[in-house]
């Protein structure tokens, strides 16, 4: 493969995404330095409560796209083509969340209902359907893989890693339901749920994955996996550490939870696309490709 | 040199790479010794096995040193290695390496192998990603002589 193969844009898109999310952290973080020096001397306006930040908003956008760009590469009826439909959907549904928060802090002659309406439908959104779509979606991929004989049994550190996540989730859970259930506890109740199966479906998908190797195939659903992994540690500790220091450390640590976890979901169609592109593309540029099929049959064999 | 004994052990049991396995067959032609050695370990094979009364005489009971070389002679200029080894490749390329020696149990033939590799690229890649990849893998390969071999 040429330079300028690797340089194609399609193919290239995981590189550039870890490119553009390295740097965004690290000039967040440096925002962060700066502005924790220099608070004393201007104030910052806060995102409204509730509101995702742009960029999360942007690169579920991406996701969505690339999710988009990897279903177009099965037919109907191909097996995978669901769990990539259903995961696209995952993703529009985070972005509509996600523009939905941000139409709940428009002045009021502007917004489209009552702000904690709208905040809510978008928590709804941006939340328990964005999960259950996504676990539905690495559902059907699991069972796919498990199929093609891509079953690995958890080993002890396995099930504690997922134990902690879960244990966590549910700790949540019983804290949440003790309280006065109004909609947006329900909304949390959900949602507390939903990581749990995501936890567990994470696990089973990065042993799956880590069995194939390296190849973007591989790192695709592991990506998938470690997305997951990055939601429930990072939400753990920020409730762990929610009670001991200022709600605006809090805000910026949920950033920095979202935002990776975001750019890891969108890195992993993009390396399923970089995959396709590079199969598709070097045989289109080959003068000598034969004709398809000469083996006639050849997957009844398996 | 001489090849070690565990090589032509490994060469009599088929399990060297298609260019080790011809180095090997060459210097076999020119060197009395290495004959009279591969002889020695398929005689020391086939009582083996008949004390371990695992003789599989469907293959050939009592092969000459003439009929191992022309086997191996064969073997070098059919496809099927060949195919195998680009099919594993192109797991490797999209999988990974784990994947690879997954799809490839030791007595899996080249049209299985072949299969499961299609198979997987087309679950996860697409229709049109299996046709790149199978033209990839039969591309300059005899296709009269391999479809022959390896779809009786």
Known sequence: MTRTEDLTPLKSAPRWIIAVTGTYLCLGAFALYVWSHASPAFSVQASPGGAEALSVIGMAAAQAWFCALALRAFEAGAPLR?????????AAAHVAGGLLSQTASLPASLALGSADQIRRIALLFSGPLQ???LAAGLLVALRILWKLGFWVRPKAAGWALAGILILFTLTRFAATAAGQLTADTAISLVRSLLLSV???EALFLWLS???MGKGPIAKCWRAFAIGVFVIGFGEAAVWAIGGYVPAWMVAALEWYVWFPAVAVFALAPAHTVAAVRRATGRASTSSDRIPVSPLPRAASAS | MHPRTATLVSFSDAELNPARSR????HLRQCPDCQAALERI????RSLSALAGRDRPAIDPQPSLAAVLAGMARWRESPAPELRSRARAQIEIYFGCGAASFLESPDIRADELLARTL????????QEAVEAVTGEILRGLDCAALTAEVLP
């Open chain 1, 82 to 90: 669901r769990a990539w439909f259903l995961i696209m959907l995952s």
């Open chain 2, 23 to 26: 180095r090997i067959a060459r």
């Open chain 1, 198 to 200: 995501l936890s567990l």
């Open chain 1, 131 to 133: 999960m259950a779509l």
């Open chain 2, 42 to 45: 398929s005689r020391e094979k």
């Open chain 2, 119 to 126: 198979e997987l690229i087309s679950t996860f890649l697409g």
């Open chain 1, 209 to 211: 994955a880590a069995r």
